[in-house]
């Protein structure tokens, strides 16, 4: 899939960068929602999960 210039808090994703310590403070957890909640983000991710299902579905057709 190619990027559609979508991105996350206007960040683009790279594994490499996540933090590696799965154990958030109250804070950093409270900056991650606020981010998903904010409706441009939200809007984004819906239409990047929606494209992304679409895909799979095109792609599982293809395999019939």
Same mark, same amino acid.
């Given at each position: 899939?190619?990027?559609s210039?979508?991105?996350f808090?206007? #960040?683009? !994703?790279? #594994?490499?960068?996540?933090?590696?310590?799965?154990l958030?403070? !109250?804070?950093?957890?409270?900056?991650?929602?606020?981010?998903?909640?904010d409706? !441009?983000?939200?809007?984004?991710?819906?239409?990047?999960?929606?494209?992304?299902?679409?895909?799979?579905? #095109?792609?599982?057709?293809?395999?019939?």
């Open positions: 899939m190619e990027d210039g979508r991105a808090c206007a #960040e683009s !994703y790279n #594994e490499c960068n996540q933090p590696t310590n799965s958030l403070t !109250y804070a950093q957890k409270k900056v991650i929602r606020a981010r998903i909640r409706r !441009y983000t939200h809007l984004n991710l819906q239409a990047d999960l929606t494209e992304h299902l679409w895909f799979d579905r #095109e792609q599982e057709g293809d395999d019939e």
